[in-house]
Structure formats: structure tokens, C-alpha cells
């Protein structure tokens, strides 16, 4: 897979609209900046699996599950080693779908609560399969798109401790992050980021267009995470790598 850090217009990268399926009955639409029109939900699920719903490329659900995973409960990067990726293209190459990121915690009742932010990719079957038991989560026919694929890029967008949010410019190809140009002004970001400060760092990198969060602390030449949730892009490994290089994680 090849990976470019370009940076798209704020308002593209913002404005796709996932879809409003209900995908089983622990299944919500993912929420998009421009709401869709709402699609009827799917059908009850019966023997504890849902049903088939549709749903277009470029969009997006989210999956939510309690799984039992014994004790003591997992951590979510755990309890998504234990949730298979399965995939039938139309065409019969790669895959029909990503999960953006996930997140949740243990419940009181000793089982792992996760939601996960599922994008479509590409027309066919996918579904998510609980390993220990089989069990269907999710399940999902991709319809074709009038927009067709979209190629991802990566998108950074950094907030400025005022509510507003900025667009991280990677023309000049930075050596990180703090190195990289606003877009639009003369400032680098190490500029408005002062050391110690805490930021919310959103990345799009997904056939939906749908940001994923992440909070962020300047120190001093490079930045850590100051939440270890959500686990991002865990299907899409060298995103990380570039994330995570980018951001002076590693």
C-alpha cells in the first residue's frame, strides 16, 4: 500500500457523509459532519446475528459489542485481535472494508465493551466474526458508489486551543509534525503549539473521509499521546507508521 501525506481542503475531508444504516442491532451510523438522509434500519437480528444490511462505498458505520473475553478483560488493541476481518469483493481482489478506529471499556459485568468506526471500500460481503465463537457481529453488502473509489490521503488537522482547528501544510515534506507549515499562513505549527500544551489532532485517512481523534501533548521536540484510546487505523498499519513518525510517537 502506498501512502502519500497530502493534505486535502478542510472542507472535503470533513463533509463526506457516512452511512446511516443500522448496521445490526449494536450497529450506529457513523456520525458525519453533514448528516445524511437517514436509511431505514436493518431487520431484527435473529439468533443473536444480525442480518444483511446495505450499504454504499465511501461510507461509514459504527459497530458497538460487549465480548466475552474472560478475565481479566483485555484491552481494546487486545479485543481486536480477536475480531476477524472477512471479505468477499465483487471483484475478487483486496478488501471491501476498514475499521478507522475503536474504543470502549470493560463493563461491570466482566466484558469488553468496544465500539469500532467501520468505512466501506469497495463493492462486496464483509463482515466482523467474533474468533472464540463465530459469531457474526456485523454483516454488510457494499453497493457501488456514483462517486466511485476515492484514493486516501492523509490529512492532519490540529486544534489551536481556541476551539478553531488549522490544517497541517506537508508540501515541504516536514520532518515532523511541529516542522510542518500551517496551511494558509507563514507559521509552522511549533509556533502555535506551545511545549506542554494538550491538543486534539484529528487524521483522515479512509474511503468515507471520516476524521478520527486523538489527544495530543507537545514535549518539547516531538509530541506523545495523552490518551492511549482510540486505537487508530488498525487495519492500515503503515498509516500508523507514517502517523507515528510523523508525530515523533516512536
Known amino acids: 500500500m502506498f501512502i502519500t501525506f497530502v493534505l486535502l481542503a478542510l472542507v ?23 448528516p445524511s438522509t437517514p436509511a431505514p434500519a436493518a431487520p431484527a437480528a435473529q439468533g443473536g446475528e444480525p ?68 468505512s466501506s471500500e469497495k463493492p462486496g460481503m464483509a463482515e466482523l466474526v467474533f474468533k472464540p465463537t463465530g459469531r457474526v457481529l456485523w454483516r454488510a453488502r457494499i453497493l457501488p458508489s456514483s462517486e466511485g473509489g476515492k484514493q486516501k490521503n492523509l490529512t492532519v488537522m490540529i486544534d489551536d486551543g481556541t476551539g478553531k482547528t488549522f490544517l497541517v501544510d506537508g508540501s515541504n515534506n516536514p520532518p515532523s509534525v511541529l516542522d510542518a507549515k500551517i496551511n494558509g499562513r507563514s507559521q509552522l505549527v511549533k509556533d502555535v503549539w506551545p511545549d506542554g500544551a494538550e491538543r ?18 507537545r514535549v518539547g521536540d516531538r509530541t506523545v499521546r495523552s490518551k492511549d484510546l482510540p486505537v487508530l487505523f488498525p487495519d492500515d498499519p503503515q498509516a500508523v507508521a507514517v502517523i507515528s513518525h510523523l508525530m515523533r510517537w516512536q
Open 12 to 34: 472535503a475531508a470533513c463533509n463526506s457523509k457516512p452511512n446511516d444504516n443500522v448496521a445490526s442491532k449494536n450497529a450506529v451510523p457513523a456520525a458525519p459532519v453533514t
Open 51 to 118: 442480518e444483511t444490511t446495505t450499504m454504499e462505498v465511501n461510507k461509514a458505520v459504527m459497530v458497538t459489542e460487549d465480548l466475552d473475553l474472560g478475565k481479566p478483560v483485555p484491552s481494546i488493541p487486545q479485543g481486536l485481535t480477536q475480531i476477524e476481518r472477512r471479505y468477499r469483493p465483487d471483484d475478487g481482489v483486496g478488501r471491501t472494508f476498514a475499521v478507522l478506529d475503536a474504543y470502549g471499556e470493560p463493563t461491570p459485568d466482566g466484558k469488553l465493551h468496544i465500539s469500532m468506526h467501520v
Open 200 to 217: 486534539e489532532v484529528t487524521f483522515v485517512y479512509s474511503a468515507c473521509g471520516c476524521p478520527v481523534k486523538a489527544m495530543v501533548r
